[in-house]
């Protein structure tokens, strides 16, 4: 069974940093690209930022680029999005989710992490 | 990037009673390899995302039969033959055809 865990939400002040990570499991996880969508409260999906499989490509929403980094560890099959310069704006739930390899989609996602940009 | 706008944002719907979503995105969503990505996502309270539909049509496995996707260019459909108390939540489309891959607003399904 696919699984998707993320973590390392919470509360931190405008211009600070965090990281999230998402343990995945059920599926080689080193052979799919990975994905990060976010959810602001209230309102509608947004794709984050995006890896291939082997780390070597990396995309993002013109909205993060220059103040996020997404990254992977295949040898612990985990996923991370380094967020930096928080703004109040990126207060939303994280989603980390499996690349549908040929349908330009995503197919498992996870529950999600809360990250709350406030002073 | 591709604009989707999807109608109606709220649908309150009779249990056993037939519903669709609107689906319309700002240029055509055919990619250069000859495949439309057009998908559709449910989202309950307290549940991961979940996909129901890819490139248009493609029911996903353990996505019950009453679930279909239609369209194609920039029109596309969700319907769903007979609601069940099982499918309130907030629908989305979503477009893969150009990055940044981008979701309509959502739709709210909820029962009357």
């Known amino acids: 069974e696919v699984q998707l865990v993320e973590s390392g939400g919470g509360l931190v002040q405008p211009g600070g940093s965090l990281r999230l990570s998402c343990a995945a499991s059920g599926f080689t996880f080193s052979t799919y690209w990975m994905h990060w969508v976010r959810q602001i409260p209230g309102k509608g999906l947004v794709c984050v930022s995006r890896?291939?499989?082997?780390?070597?490509?990396?995309s993002y929403a013109d909205s993060v680029k220059g103040r996020f980094t997404i990254s992977r560890d295949n040898a612990k099959n985990t996923l991370y999005l380094q967020m930096n310069s928080l703004r109040a704006e990126d207060t939303a739930v994280y989603y980390c989710?499996?690349?549908?390899?040929?349908?330009?989609?995503?197919?498992?996602w996870g529950r999600g992490t809360l990250v709350t940009v406030s002073s | 990037d591709v604009v989707m706008t999807q109608s109606p944002l709220s649908l309150p719907v009779t249990l056993g009673q037939p519903a669709s979503i609107s689906c319309r995105s700002s240029q055509s969503l055919v990619h250069s390899d000859g495949n439309t990505y057009l998908n559709w996502f449910q989202l309950r309270p307290g549940q991961s995302p979940r996909r129901l539909i890819y490139k248009v049509s493609n029911r996903d496995s353990g996505v019950p039969d009453r679930f279909s996707g239609s369209g194609s260019g920039t029109d596309f459909t969700l319907k769903i033959s007979r609601v069940e108390a099982e499918d309130v939540g907030v629908y989305y489309c979503m477009q893969g055809t150009q990055w940044p891959w981008t979701f309509g607003q959502g739709t709210k399904v909820e029962i009357k």
């Open positions: 890896i291939k499989s082997d780390g070597s490509r990396t």
């Open positions: 989710a499996r690349d549908h390899y040929g349908a330009n989609s995503v197919d498992y």
